[in-house]
Every structure is written in structure tokens, then in C-alpha cells.
């Protein structure tokens, strides 16, 4: 009996697997428009670091053309695609990671960082899903995970303290000025001996 590719069950854009893990490949899109490319799905290849266009058949992904990424991150060839010359329409992960690109140039978040954050929490791809996806173990997408949530409540307290006047913050914690040296003596400190 002929080997038979491993696909996974998830689908898009009428019948393209979502992973073709004998391949290592994760549908980030497919061309769309009037090109002589209509209708060839995108693959993003883990190990080559680019994005494969070609067609799927008997359960296979037949590459024809490449589409080369200044990155082997995911989501700059998922960028790559979506600003190639052809009309493209993205796949769910191609969106997610889409989005991870800007995160990772937006927000204090690496880039491994803003790819898991995108897949499980704006994506909801399941723990186990985001590690095949990504090609790294679910361990590995809990700890950028956590790390991720980490940097962003740490920049949403900053920015939720950039934007307190100081005169709410005195009334909220009268000791603040005290503890923070600002005030009528807050250039004079016993801490500080001059020298004779």
C-alpha cells in the first residue's frame, strides 16, 4: 500500500489542509484575484523559512513557485505573501500571524512572543494547536505565553500611571509625594553627609 500524506482535518478555502505535517507546511493563504496564480495555496515551509505557492492534490502540496522572506520568522512571510504582487487572501493562521508581525514591532513583545499571544489569544487556537503551528512544544507556547501577558500588563500599568495626574494620585495615596522625596524638603535628606 502507497504511503499516504498526514494531513490535519482543519481546513480552508475549500479543501486546503490547515497542516501538512509530513511536509512541514502551515496554510497561511491562498492567490486570489485574476492571475495566472489564482488559486494556489500558500504553504509556509518550517526548516526553509519561506513561502511555498503551488497546488494541493491527493493529498499532497505540490510547490511551484517560492516567494523568498528577508526572515525565517513566520509572521515576516506571512507579511511577504500579503504584499506580494498578486491579489492574496490569508488563511486564519496567516491572519494571526499577520497580526504578530505588528505586535512584535508595536508592543514590547518578541516576535516568538507576539506569535503565540496571536494564535491563542486574539486566533483561539487551542495550547496544542499553537505548537504545531509554530513547530515547538506546548511548553514552550505556555511560557512565551505567560511572558507575553507579563510585558503587556507591565505597559498597560505604565501607561495607566503615565496618565494619572499627580495631583489624583497625592489625593489616592497622600503618602506618595512623602515617599517619593517631593516636597518642601525634598532637598534636604539625613542619608547625606557632606564632607569635611
Known sequence: MPHQPTVSEETEFDG???????????????????SEFRGLAAYYIHGR???????????????EYTIEC??????????EFSRA????????????????????????????????YALREKAG????????????????????????KEKLTAAENLVRFVRVD???LADADPEFF?????GEDANSSNDITPLS
Open 16 to 34: 486546503f489542509p490547515r497542516r501538512l505535517p509530513d511536509q512541514d507546511a502551515i496554510l497561511i493563504g491562498q492567490v486570489s484575484g485574476d
Open 49 to 63: 523559512g519561506s513561502v511555498l505557492l503551488g497546488r494541493y492534490e491527493n493529498r499532497e502540496f505540490i510547490p
Open 70 to 79: 528577508e526572515s525565517r520568522l513566520m509572521s515576516a512571510c506571512v507579511r
Open 85 to 116: 504582487d498578486v491579489e492574496t487572501e490569508l488563511s486564519s493562521v496567516g491572519k494571526a500571524l499577520l497580526q504578530a508581525w505588528h505586535f512584535g514591532d508595536l508592543t514590547p513583545l518578541s516576535h516568538k512572543q507576539a506569535h503565540v
Open 125 to 148: 487556537f487551542s495550547r496544542d494547536e499553537t505548537a504545531a503551528i509554530l513547530n515547538i512544544s506546548p511548553t514552550t507556547v505556555d511560557t512565551h505565553l505567560q511572558r507575553a
Open 166 to 168: 499627580s495631583e489624583d
Open 178 to 182: 512623602d515617599e517619593a522625596g517631593v
